[in-house]
């Protein structure tokens, strides 16, 4: 029989089966379900066919369950409220978070002053305008490469 070890999720020491190599977790549920979380995180970067077979099947079963999410917050008040506290700390660690959308239009950006949306209390740029002159470089900008939404540049919002 093997020597005891130190189970790596609880830090407990357990016998190991010995038909196992390389057991490095005691037979604990909590203890097994962290084994399968670190093989799948392992396993979803190093591996793209198993990264895309989840990102499938996970996009199918949202299609067939439908409002489940919106289902799940509204009978877990409490999830709802954890959730927004830790959202609260991901932007104040984060400071600004700007929308993704952002690139892309049509619309020709010219140099001048504009507002720009800038960060609200939370650190997420939606609400407040800030005063920024934008300067074009010549050669660099192109239509694709714009940088700001057609409806957030409002010529009237000039500054003289």
């Not at 919106?70 to 600004?96: D, F, G, L, T």
């Not at 952002?102 to 609200?120: D, M, N």
């Not at 074009?136 to 957030?152: E, L, Q, V, W």
Request: charged letters at 30%; glycine letters at 4%.
């Amino acid at each position: 029989m093997k020597n005891p070890q130190k189970c790596e999720a609880c830090h407990k020491k357990f016998n190991p089966n010995p038909r196992s190599k390389n057991q490095r977790y005691c037979d604990a549920v909590p203890c097994q379900k962290t084994r399968k979380r670190r093989w799948q995180r392992k396993k979803m970067q190093s591996d793209p066919d198993y990264r895309e077979n989840q990102q499938r099947a996970t996009k199918e079963w949202r299609s067939n369950n439908k409002g489940y999410s919106r289902s799940y917050r509204a009978s877990n008040p409490e999830y709802v409220q954890r959730n927004r506290s830790a959202q609260k700390q991901r932007n104040a660690r984060h400071r600004i978070i700007a929308k993704m959308d952002a690139l892309g239009c049509e619309y020709e950006l010219k140099p001048g002053l504009y507002r720009i949306i800038g960060p609200s209390r939370y650190g997420v740029a939606k609400m407040d305008a800030l005063p920024c002159e934008i300067f074009i470089i010549p050669g660099i900008y192109s239509r694709k490469n714009t940088i700001a939404k057609k409806d957030t540049i409002d010529q009237s919002h000039q500054f003289p």
